[in-house]
């Protein structure tokens, strides 16, 4: 059995793994090989379209071997996402979408409906028009 050293949280856009900063320096003071993580999780993330922001927690172990889990981005990150795109108008249906990729099956139709209308009023708090 590995004994965990440490466990390393980060929001990193699929596909876009690079040795430069903020990444490489993170993984390099933790002793992990950067290229060799950046190929795996560029691997990993491939089935997500570009700039999808996922959350990736890193468990690494003592003798500097890690193991990569990759999740679904949460709400805040895909929001901030639409937000840094400077998108001012969103389409109701792209609401939809998201919190269909999110929650799946998991929810019922009401529980999607909550989602969507919560989504939308934070959309709204931020100056975004959903139509």
Known sequence: MK????????????NKATPSPPLGPALGQR???????CKEFNA???????????NVSINIYIDNEYRIKVRK??????IYNILQHKYR???I???YDINNY???DSINTERMKKKCKSMINYLQTMNVKVV
């Open 31 to 37: 002793g992990i090989n950067i290229m060799k993580f």
């Open 3 to 14: 004994i965990l050293k440490e466990q390393l949280n980060l929001v990193i856009p699929a």
């Open 102 to 104: 999110l929650y799946q």
């Open 89 to 91: 108008v969103i389409d």
């Open 73 to 78: 981005a949460n709400i805040r990150n895909i």
């Open 44 to 54: 990993l993330s491939n089935k997500y379209n570009d700039n999808t922001l996922l």
């Open 93 to 95: 249906r792209y609401i």
